[in-house]
């Protein structure tokens, strides 16, 4: 029989993946045997909050995992449901079976304790840098963001040209989403 792997699962929007995010992955994967990544707000791209398409987050995450030497994980791509209260069953009719969740976010919290699940903080690394705010401020206004995010983001969001993509929606000042 397979033996019983502990799975750990993270949610973000990962606009970018970034260094913060990479640490908390390393700092799971000493307690957990497999990690879940819930990709979420997947529908979105295109906008300053969110410019990378799920895809792309997809590639973004999969490059810095792997590059880390960390292989027993999935990524699932999650769209907002909009809806709170039934958020968590969303979450889990999608991803694997998972025994822990790992998050600070206040309402992410409190949705999978109300849910059962077991919840527990992801320590926060050096969150004046490592942010997905910050390091798109700085592809906004030119500045060095390529030390904030793990090697293989900087190859994709390069692949991608996200880098020009985000500097235009600023120079459009398109409105968020409104396709
Ligand atoms: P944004 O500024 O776009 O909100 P973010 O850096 O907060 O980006 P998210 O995708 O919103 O990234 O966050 C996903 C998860 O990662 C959240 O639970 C968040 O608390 C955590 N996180 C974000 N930055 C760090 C960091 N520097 N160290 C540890 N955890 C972090
Ligand atoms: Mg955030």
């Keep these: ?8 699962l993270l949610i973000g929007r990962f606009q970018p993946f970034h260094l913060g995010h990479l ?25 300053f909050e969110n410019p990378f398409t799920a895809g792309e987050r997809h590639l973004m995450i999969s490059r810095a995992l792997t590059d880390e030497g960390l292989h027993n994980f999935f990524l699932v791509p999650i769209v907002d449901i909009n809806r709170y209260a039934v958020w968590v069953a969303h979450v889990s009719s999608l991803v694997p079976p998972f025994d ?5 976010n206040p309402l992410t919290r409190r949705l ?7 919840v527990r903080m992801a320590p926060m690394f050096n969150r004046d ?11 906004v206004e030119g500045g060095k963001w390529e030390m904030l995010v793990p090697r293989g983001v900087v ?3 390069h692949e991608v040209k996200g880098d020009e993509r985000l ?12 396709i």
């Design 167 to 178: 500097q235009e929606i600023m120079k459009d000042n398109a409105p968020e989403a409104t």
């Design 155 to 157: 190859e994709t969001i």
């Design 23 to 47: 640490e908390v992955v390393k700092a799971i994967a000493k307690e957990c045997d497999r990690l879940i990544v819930g990709i979420g707000s997947a529908q979105l791209s295109h906008t």
């Design 1 to 8: 029989m397979r033996k019983k792997e502990v799975s750990a």
């Design 129 to 139: 840098e490592y942010s997905g705010s910050e390091v798109r401020r700085r592809i």
């Design 100 to 104: 822990a969740v790992y998050s600070n």
């Design 112 to 118: 999978f304790i109300e849910a059962g699940y077991e």
